[in-house]
């Protein structure tokens, strides 16, 4: 089955500065990946993903870019800010997405 | 739609009690995931349905923990006896399948302590 890694565990950055977390998955069947934002006593909730089918994607200070051959996606938030503070999950799918498989998740720490 | 609903939020029960957490999809959903998540291992999957069949049930840790989805709107994740260990935050979640890529959608989870 799915085996997803995610580094590093724990993450500190100033505010402002740039947030890379890099994730890596076993399965070549994957061709889903969706990365889920967790705050404190909250539930995950998507963020962004990005299919197969395609190597990038942006949506204003959030980036996830995709290497299929070394089978290995990060997440790039620029200009970070105090409210990027939380746990983030990658996440892979195959089957069309009929399950996920998680990765254990990054703590991002923003200072102000 | 108003999300996936979970109840209850907070449970706080003895050792070898009866434990029934309860969920109801996004309406139209045809999946359904219970998850458990625990500081020391994160995100589990617990069991899948699909159109209300179990389709996975390999992540549920052992015989005390049973899931079931009567109908496509409502689904209990039963554990019977308790145990301190089993205390976690539950989450239920629902997905819509369509051809590609479809994400799933959590609720606001199940904040068990057994004591």
């Known amino acids: 089955g799915e085996n997803v890694e995610q580094h590093p565990s724990t993450l500190s950055v100033q505010e402002g500065d740039s947030a890379v977390i890099k994730c890596t998955y076993s399965d070549s069947a994957s061709n889903y990946f969706p990365w889920y934002k967790q705050e404190l006593g909250k539930r995950p909730q998507l963020i962004i993903d990005?299919?197969?089918?395609?190597g990038e994607k942006k949506d204003q200070r959030i980036a996830v870019t995709l290497n299929k051959t070394a089978k290995h996606f990060s997440l790039h938030i620029t200009e970070t800010q105090p409210e990027d503070s939380a746990v983030y999950f990658c996440a892979a799918s195959e089957d069309y997405g009929q399950n996920f498989v998680f990765g254990p998740g990054t703590r991002l720490s923003v200072l102000p | 739609d108003a999300g996936v609903i979970q109840s209850p939020r907070h449970e706080v029960t003895e050792m070898g009690q009866e434990v029934t957490l309860r969920c109801k999809p996004i309406s139209g959903h045809d999946y359904l995931f219970w998850y458990r998540q625990t500081m020391m291992r994160g995100l589990e999957l617990l069991i899948y349905?699909?159109?209300?069949?179990?389709?996975?049930d390999s992540g549920m840790p052992e015989d005390r923990f049973s899931a079931k989805m009567p109908n496509a709107s409502f689904s209990t994740l039963k554990i019977q006896p308790s145990e301190p260990r089993d205390s976690a935050v539950y989450f239920c979640?629902?997905?819509?399948?369509?051809?590609?890529?479809?994400?799933?959608?959590f609720g606001e989870g199940s904040w068990l302590t057994v004591v």
């Open positions: 990005i299919r197969s089918n395609v």
């Open positions: 349905f699909n159109n209300n069949v179990p389709i996975d």
């Open positions: 979640a629902s997905r819509e399948y369509r051809d590609f890529g479809n994400t799933i959608y």
